[in-house]
C-alpha cells in the first residue's frame, strides 16, 4: 500500500507531495497534470523491474525503443538535471524470491527515496544519453511514527496492529555515500545489523536501481519493497486483451490490460464456489444488462473463454460482447478476486457509464479497496485503489475524506516561474492538517456544475470520516 508519494523535477510535477488512503479520487479538469500522478507510480513501479532506459521506453509506448529520455525530466534536456521521488509504503509480512523461497522482511512500513539525473549526449565520447543513478535510499518508518502517517480512518487492533511489524534497529537497508573523490557508492546493509557485510557498488555507471537487482531471500526487506512496488497497476484495459481466450495453463490473474479473465474467473470459482461466480454476476449486473457469466472449457483445443448473457440473450463468448460490457466484467472479476492484491490506479473509471449508474461504480471501485476497519484477510484482500476523474457526477458520488482537487500553482524553480499542480483536499478532512491549502464546499462548486446547468452538491463529512 502506497501512503505518500513525493516528485519533484518528474513531467510537470515540482515540489509535489500526496498522502493515499485505501482509496483515493483524485478529481479536477483535463490536461492539468493528473495522469502525471500514475505516471510517476508506474516508473517507480517499472524501475523495480527494468533498467533506467527500459522503464523510460515503456512508461511513454510500451513496446518501443527507447527515445528522448529528457523527456521525463522537468527541466528538459539539460544536462545534470534531476528528479526526485519517495515513497512510503506498507509491505507484506511474507514475500517468495525469484527461486521460490519465502523470506521475511524484519520492517513492513519502508520510505524508499531515488534520486536520477539526465546525461545529455556527448560528441566527444560518442555516448548517447542516459540516466545516471544519483541517490537510492530504503528506510523504515517506526511503529511509534506509524499513527502519524496513517492518519486516515483506521483500526489499530484489526489494522494497523495486523499490517505493521518493525524488528529492525540498525541503519537503513539501502544507503548513499559520496567519496571524496566524489564517487557516489549505493551500500546494501544486511537485515540482521550488523551480520554480514555491507555490500557497495559505484552509482555511476550502474544502469539500473539496487532493489530493481534483488532477487532472493538474502535481502527480504530489500525484496519485499520490490515485489510491493512491483505490484502496482495502471489498469488501462484492451478490448483485444478482454476478448482473448485463455490456454488451459496461462496465469489466472487479471492483467493491466484485461487478459486472462477466463482463467482467473475459472480459478475464483475452483476455490470458492458458486457463491463466488454470483457474487461476480451481481456485480456486474448492476452495471451492465448482465444476466449471467459463465467460463467455457474446451479440452480439444485446451482454451477457456469468458461467456455472458445479456438481457434475455443467449450466452455469448467474449469476442461478440461489448467493450463496454468486457470492461465491467473485468472489474467485477477483479472485485470478487481475493489473490488479486496491491495498488490499482484507474482513469476516469466512469466513462462508458449511464449517468443513472454512476454511482453504483464510483461504489464498485472503492470497495475493491482495502477496509482499514476490518483485518485484512481473504474476505478483505490488502487492495488500493487510486482513481482520477473529471465527471461532476463520479465526484458527487465521492466520500469528501476520499477527494482530492487538483489545481494549477506557480513555483519558482531555477530564478523562473514554473507551472505545476497541487492536490488540495477538503476542509475538514483527515488530510487537512492546518498548515497547508485546502478547498471548501463553495471553491468547488463550480466544479460541480454539470453541462445541462444541474448543480451537485457535496456532502461534506466530518473531520476523519471514510
Known amino acids: 500500500m502506497l501512503t505518500r508519494l513525493e516528485v519533484d523535477g518528474f513531467k510537470n510535477l515540482l515540489d509535489f507531495a500526496v498522502e493515499f488512503g485505501p482509496f483515493t479520487c483524485i478529481a479536477g479538469p483535463n490536461a492539468i497534470g493528473k495522469s502525471n500522478v500514475f505516471d510517476a507510480i508506474q516508473f517507480l513501479s517499472l524501475l523495480a523491474d527494468k533498467s533506467f532506459v527500459e522503464a523510460a521506453a515503456e512508461l511513454r509506448t510500451p513496446g518501443t525503443p527507447a527515445a528522448d529520455l529528457s523527456s521525463l525530466f522537468w527541466a528538459g534536456a539539460y544536462d545534470g538535471a534531476r528528479m526526485r521521488f519517495a515513497a512510503e509504503f506498507i509491505v507484506d509480512q511474507r514475500v517468495q524470491d525469484d527461486f521460490g523461497r519465502d523470506a521475511e522482511p524484519t520492517a513492513t512500513f519502508l520510505r524508499y527515496v531515488l534520486v536520477l539525473e539526465y546525461v545529455a549526449p556527448s560528441e566527444s565520447t560518442a555516448s548517447g544519453e542516459r540516466i545516471r543513478l544519483i541517490e537510492e535510499e530504503l ?14 480512518d483506521n483500526s489499530k487492533a484489526a489494522f494497523r496492529d495486523r499490517v505493521l511489524m518493525n524488528r529492525r534497529r540498525g541503519p537503513a537497508y539501502i544507503s548513499t555515500t559520496v567519496g571524496e573523490d566524489g564517487t557516489v557508492i549505493i551500500n546494501v546493509h544486511q537485515d540482521g545489523g550488523s551480520r554480514g557485510q555491507t555490500r557497495k557498488s559505484a552509482a555511476n555507471r550502474a544502469p539500473r536501481t539496487v532493489v530493481s537487482t534483488t532477487a532472493t531471500s ?41 487478459m486472462h479473465m477466463p482463467a482467473a474467473l475459472r480459478r475464483i470459482i475452483a476455490t470458492q464456489g458458486s457463491d463466488a461466480l454470483a457474487a461476480v454476476t451481481a456485480t456486474a449486473a448492476a452495471l451492465t444488462d ?17 461467456r455472458a448473457s445479456v438481457r434475455s440473450g443467449p450466452h455469448l463468448p467474449a469476442r461478440n460482447l461489448s ?46 479497496a482495502v477496509d482499514p476497519s476490518e483485518s485484512p484477510g481473504r474476505d478483505n484482500p490488502m487492495r488500493q485503489v487510486i482513481v482520477n476523474t473529471h465527471s461532476p457526477r463520479f465526484v458527487r458520488a465521492q466520500r469528501a475524506a476520499d477527494l482530492l482537487f487538483a489545481e494549477h500553482a506557480t513555483v519558482i524553480r531555477d530564478g523562473r516561474q514554473a507551472s505545476t499542480m497541487r492536490l488540495l483536499p477538503l476542509k475538514g478532512t483527515w488530510r487537512d492538517t492546518g498548515m497547508r491549502a485546502v478547498l471548501t464546499q463553495r471553491d468547488i462548486q463550480v466544479f460541480l456544475e454539470t453541462s445541462d446547468d444541474t448543480q451537485l452538491v457535496l456532502d461534506l463529512l466530518p473531520q476523519k470520516a471514510g
Do not use: K
Open 290 to 306: 448482465v444476466r449471467s457469466v459463465a467460463v467455457d472449457v474446451d479440452p480439444q483445443r485446451q482454451t477457456l473463454t469468458l
Open 218 to 258: 538474502d535481502d527480504p526487506t530489500v525484496l519485499a519493497a520490490r515485489r510491493e512496488m512491483q505490484n502496482w497497476r495502471i489498469l488501462a484495459l484492451e478490448p483485444s486483451a478482454l476478448r482473448r481466450p485463455d490456454g488451459l495453463t496461462e496465469p489466472d490473474v487479471v492483467t493491466e490490460t484485461g
Open 139 to 152: 528506510t523504515y518508518i517506526t511503529q511509534r511514527d506509524a499513527p502519524q502517517r496513517l492518519r486516515w
Open 323 to 368: 467493450d463496454g460490457t468486457l470492461r465491467f466484467l473485468a472489474l467485477s472479476i477483479i472485485a470478487n478476486d481475493p489473490d488479486y492484491t496491491g495498488l490499482v490506479c484507474m482513469e476516469e473509471p466512469e466513462n462508458g457509464i449511464h449517468p443513472a449508474r454512476v454511482e453504483v461504480m464510483a461504489d464498485l471501485v472503492r470497495n475493491i
